[in-house]
């Protein structure tokens, strides 16, 4: 075979049992299908999966496989199904709650795992992420010491996890807290009193899910032994960019719930710094490194931890304000059929005018629109759908207003040895990355997938928001005039202008009625 028709990472997994934790998760569709897609020969993938909402595992791999990312496979390679096979447990438990039947199985099967398991709420409480992040992690590897064909065990981390840090190089970081001393002293403490000294646990890290990260890296350190493992550190996730589908995306988090806030008229203003560095990935780049990962673990066998960053600042920079610049003529020429108000606003950099702005473009007509929703007889929502829309705005300010520079020479060293057929299928560099392009796919991807609205429903949207456009202003015009109503002296000439604007608002909405939320 010539060495461009070669897969080395393909013929690595072919006939190798692998064991996936986090597989219904957004980063764990995508690792599954890219396996099923680029390494079919791939003997079995076992998929640690827990009973949820009433539903056993083998039920919530049916879901899973029902997803929009496994339709290509449904449609033209429907055996390589088979090769997924649900395993009942529980990541938190002691030898994840499996059978003894089940772990049998596991040990000798098993030659690579993939640990994408995690909760990734910024306000989880500590609690459930300490369970999620830190003993999730350890029941992992006491469970990986039963396993004598393994050959990689690659841990899927946040580059953020050292946010404490201006500069972070590839290497695990001492932690900011002995492990076993926050375990063992949040099993005897209620919530309450967990909630009272979780800032001071803190420190300089932001959220729960940072700070467990750093302590789960430690626990792989000083627990691993000679288990051969590595550390995949990506910074912000978002939609794919070229497989499975470009713009897909099953989440509201991060960056996609700000696409589908702005585009709804509903986000108006945020605060970040402009020039600041927005680093976000594709997550179809992140599973390529983390598979690229197993593959050189597995044949090079590093004599450490190897750690690496899957970032976009020193490859293909993206600023919050070329964002910013970005995604507004986006969400105009590709807006949802239902808006709340037309799109607008902008980021700022001054926190005093942010809060100013959130309140005034926020607060003021959510309040507004909740009392003539009760004069209406109508459910008030908008102070509920504005109060949540500023707390996940609230998380995401650490990361929109700090810069962090994340090396990435062993990503780098890495990618330098993908050959033939891997340099394509596990393409890792997003060097090439053009990010209008993405963002066009990113913006149509969160309307199809997210909101589930059909392309076909983009020419009425367009006319729509073209509408709204016309009732903002008008509405801006009545709201100076009101203004100027209150400083001019009561004439009758005042009178007849606001009740000739008056008028023509009310024709306008008669001939062309606006869908909203």
Known sequence: MAESDSSPIAEFFQDRGVLITGATGF????LVEKLLCCCSGVKTIYLLLRSKGGRNSRMRLEELLNAEIFRNIRKKQPHLLSKLVPV??????????????????????????????????????????VEMNIIGTRRLV??????????????????????????????????????QKVIDALEWMDEDLVALITPKLLGNRPNTYTYTKALAENILVEECGSLPVAIIRPSIVTAAWKDPLPGWIDNFNGPSGLIVATGKGVLRSMLCQPCGT????????????????????????????????CTSGSQNRLTWGELESLIFPLVYAHPSKEVLRYPGGSFKS???????????????PAQILDFMARILGRKPKMVQLYS??????????????????FHNSNAETLYEQLVGKDKKNFDFSIKSLNWPSYFEDYVLGTRKYLLKEDPSTLPAARKNLKRMYLYSQLTNILFLLGIWRLLMIRSNITRRLLWFFLSIAVRLYRLFPVSFI
């Open 350 to 364: 001054n926190r005093l005018r942010n809060e100013i702005s959130v309140f005034f473009n926020h607060q003021v």
């Open 142 to 179: 006491e469970v990986c010491h039963k396993m004598p064909l393994l050959v990689a065990l690659i841990h899927v981390s946040t580059a953020y996890c050292n946010c404490d840090r201006d500069e972070v190089d590839e290497i695990v970081y001492p932690p900011p807290a002995n492990p």
């Open 88 to 129: 009942h447990g529980d990541i938190i438990l002691p030898g994840f709650g499996l059978r003894p039947s089940d772990m049998t199985l596991i040990a000798n099967e098993v030659s690579v795992v993939f640990h994408s398991a995690a909760t990734v709420k910024f306000d989880e409480p500590l609690k459930r992420s």
């Open 27 to 30: 980063m764990g569709k995508v």
């Open 388 to 405: 949540r829309l500023n707390r996940a705005v609230s998380c995401l300010e650490f990361f929109t207003t700090h810069e962090w520079t």
């Open 278 to 309: 927005a680093d976000l990935i594709p997550v179809d780049v992140v599973i390529n490194l983390v598979i690229s990962v197993a593959w050189y673990t597995a044949t090079k066998r590093p004599n450490n931890i190897m750690v690496y960053h």
